[in-house]
């Protein structure tokens, strides 16, 4: 999450004396606020909590309303656990400005934690609704996988759809419409989502055993070996390979 805070703020990597030295030359409160929340971003990007809390009690002692400074406050308080605040600079950082999709976004996510669907996708809608917000993708796949956690696929395929449709190689995407027609028994289309999953991604546990299921259901037992394998060689200990061993053994 760290990577992605903040949209539209740089984090500087300023040593603490050339950013006072910055902020004392500023006269403009918004600016000033800007220097602190971009501070407290790197030095969270570092793992200095407590100092980066500092830097954002400073920002927002500037401008309450400031809503990037929001944002990041937001972000550090739910890592620190205290959801409460987590959620009341988030409120503050959508309302505040509009335009601020990334924020939108990262409350989606913060409200899907705590199954609070119905509002989760509506900060994702809000993201989305923003024409100049360059993560589309991004916020239809969560929103997609939001409803998936709380057993709502098909719900949940649109958004799929819609994100494979602004980046058809997000691979996310691909892997939960193969397991989607997967259980709906569309086993060539599912096929078709797994082997381009493959083509962009690296194998995983899941993957393996979702495409040893699609090729065993689509009678073609020399590829399904070929996955099961392959799950079997590379992740022996996970838990996808022992539900690989309790479905051979009951086929037996």
Same mark, same amino acid.
Request: glycine letters at 4%; a positive charge; charged letters at 25%.
């Given at each position: 999450?760290?990577?992605?805070?903040?949209?539209?703020?740089?984090?500087?990597?300023?040593?603490?004396?050339?950013?006072?030295?910055?902020?004392?030359?500023?006269?403009?409160?918004?600016?000033?606020?800007?220097?602190?929340?971009?501070?407290?971003?790197?030095?969270?990007?570092?793992?200095?909590?407590?100092?980066?809390?500092?830097?954002?009690?400073?920002?927002?002692?500037?401008?309450?309303?400031?809503?990037?400074?929001?944002?990041?406050?937001?972000?550090?308080?739910?890592?620190?656990?205290?959801?409460?605040?987590?959620?009341?600079?988030f409120r503050v950082a959508v309302r505040s400005d509009a335009e601020n999709s990334q924020a939108a976004h990262d409350f989606g996510?913060?409200?899907?934690?705590?199954?609070?669907?119905?509002?989760?996708?509506?900060q994702y809608e809000s993201a989305l609704s923003n024409p100049l917000y360059q993560q589309p993708d991004m916020s239809n796949l969560?929103?997609?996988?939001?409803?998936?956690?709380?057993?709502?696929?098909?719900?949940? !395929?649109? @958004? =799929?759809?819609? *994100?494979?449709?602004?980046?058809?190689? $997000?691979? &996310?995407?691909?892997?939960?419409?193969?397991?989607?027609?997967?259980?709906?028994?569309?086993?060539?289309?599912?096929?078709?989502?797994? !082997?381009? @999953? =493959?083509?962009? *991604?690296?194998?995983?546990?899941?993957? $393996?055993? &979702?495409?040893?299921?699609?090729?065993?259901?689509?009678?073609?037992?020399?590829?399904?070996?070929?996955?099961?394998?392959?799950?079997?060689?590379?992740?022996?200990?996970?838990?996808?390979?022992?539900?690989?061993?309790?479905?051979?053994?009951t086929r037996k």
């Amino acid at each position: 999450m760290m990577r992605k805070i903040l949209t539209g703020i740089i984090a500087l990597g300023l040593s603490a004396c050339a950013s006072n030295q910055q902020i004392g030359k500023t006269a403009d409160p918004a600016k000033r606020a800007d220097v602190r929340t971009q501070l407290a971003v790197s030095y969270m990007q570092r793992n200095q909590l407590e100092v980066a809390r500092e830097e954002l009690e400073h920002a927002l002692e500037i401008d309450p309303d400031h809503s990037a400074a929001n944002h990041a406050m937001a972000a550090l308080q739910e890592r620190l656990g205290n959801n409460e605040d987590a959620e009341r600079h988030f409120r503050v950082a959508v309302r505040s400005d509009a335009e601020n999709s990334q924020a939108a976004h990262d409350f989606g996510t913060f409200l899907c934690r705590r199954g609070r669907v119905q509002e989760a996708l509506a900060q994702y809608e809000s993201a989305l609704s923003n024409p100049l917000y360059q993560q589309p993708d991004m916020s239809n796949l969560r929103a997609g996988e939001c409803l998936i956690t709380y057993g709502n696929a098909q719900a949940a !395929e649109p @958004y =799929f759809r819609k *994100a494979l449709r602004i980046n058809p190689r $997000l691979s &996310l995407g691909l892997y939960h419409m193969a397991d989607i027609n997967f259980r709906r028994r569309n086993y060539l289309s599912a096929r078709g989502y797994i !082997e381009r @999953y =493959f083509a962009i *991604a690296p194998k995983t546990p899941q993957s $393996l055993l &979702l495409a040893y299921k699609i090729e065993h259901q689509l009678k073609a037992p020399e590829v399904a070996e070929e996955y099961a394998s392959l799950l079997r060689g590379k992740f022996a200990r996970s838990k996808a390979a022992q539900e690989l061993e309790k479905l051979t053994r009951t086929r037996k």
